[in-house]
Nanobody
């Protein structure tokens, strides 16, 4: 059974950086479309970034473009999210999501319902 486990969350000050990781166990990260979502208290789950199973196509939510970078490490079987220039608005629980790969090299979806697998989440808190 494939499981996703996030790590790397924590408390940092505005302007600092964090790097999140999602370890894929029981499966191979390169066989999935992968994505990061986040959810702040009282708000809906928000699309952050996605990467295709080839690693060749990435997409970002408007609020994180230019600050966050999604990447895939096939050797470590992990999905990463480098987050720079963090602000309090980035606070929330960050979730890793996966959808089994298909014929498209560039597919992604900003809709949580389109991903079959989810991690338990990691808390990210940015203080002002």
């Amino acid at each position: 059974q494939v499981q996703l486990v996030e790590s790397g969350g924590g408390l940092v000050q505005a302007g600092e950086s964090l790097r999140l990781s999602c370890t894929v166990s029981g499966g191979t990260v390169s066989k999935y479309y992968m994505a990061w979502f986040r959810q702040a208290p009282g708000k809906e789950r928000e699309f952050v970034a996605a990467i295709s199973w080839t690693g060749g196509a990435t997409n970002y939510g408007d609020s994180v473009k230019g600050r966050f970078t999604i990447s895939m490490d096939n050797a470590k079987n992990t999905l990463n999210l480098q987050m720079n220039s963090l602000s309090p608005e980035d606070t929330g629980v960050y979730y890793c999501a996966a959808e089994p790969s298909g014929p498209s090299w560039t597919w992604y979806s900003p809709t949580p319902d389109n991903y079959a697998l989810w991690g338990q989440g990691t808390q990210v808190t940015i203080s002002s």
